[in-house]
T-cell receptor, first 113, second 110 residues
């Protein structure tokens, strides 16, 4: 069966510090991978998605970047965090072959102070 | 590009049937409609997926009319634990962006 791992669960970072969130998927190959962010009390905002190694599409211009160095690894990064980067970050994957069904990780609660 | 519209919130009482409708006027011919449930501080969880007519599983039913421009999630006999945000999701664009709408906050009252 497939599983998705996302860490850390919580993170408190000062403004201007770097960020690296990692997500890995097990039990499947060539998944579509997604990073979402959810501000407090708000909906899910799609940040990045990837259909293959090294293939990253950005949905919203922002202070963040994503990379996919391996088939089942997706990394969200920032060189300098802003206060507005605070939120709940979720990684997800899908089979990506027509009947897209998203499977989410447990999320990272990021607080930028 | 398919965009979804749902009511922002709904209230219900325990034991009642709840129907949440989502409009997706520009859904593509081959796209499926998927519904998710989200509790606070958790990732959304898959509920049900369908293409046309009716789909039923152990937790919900999904009704999709012939024109497929809308869909209705039906939750039978809701309980307090069904209080959550419910999202319908339709792929957007040829690149398969999976963009969520604003969702519907369902509150089940005792």
């Amino acid at each position: 069966s497939q599983t998705i791992h996302q860490w850390p669960a919580t993170l408190v970072q000062p403004v201007g510090s770097p960020l690296s969130l990692e997500c890995t998927v097990e039990g499947t190959s060539n998944p579509n991978l997604y990073w979402y962010r959810q501000a407090a009390g708000r909906g899910l905002q799609l940040l990045f998605y990837s259909v293959g190694i090294g293939q990253i599409s950005s949905e919203v211009p922002q202070n963040l970047s994503a990379s996919r160095p391996q088939d089942r690894q997706f990394i969200l990064s920032s060189k300098k965090l802003l206060l507005s980067d605070s939120g709940f970050y979720l990684c997800a994957w899908s089979f990506g072959r027509g009947r897209e069904k998203l499977f989410f990780g447990s999320g990272t609660q990021l607080s930028v102070l | 590009l398919a965009k979804t519209t749902q009511p922002i919130s709904m209230d219900s009482y325990e034991g009642q049937e709840v129907n949440i409708t989502c409009s997706h006027n520009n859904i593509a011919t081959n796209d499926y409609i998927t519904w998710y449930q989200q509790f606070p501080s958790q990732g959304p969880r898959f509920i049900i997926q369908g293409y046309k007519t009716k789909v039923t599983n152990e937790v919900a039913s999904l009704f999709i009319p012939a024109d497929r421009k809308s869909s209705t999630l039906s939750l039978p006999r809701v309980s307090l634990s069904d209080t959550a945000v419910y999202y319908c999701l339709v792929p957007r664009g040829s690149a398969r962006q999976l963009t969520f709408g604003s969702g519907t906050q369902l509150t089940v009252l005792p």
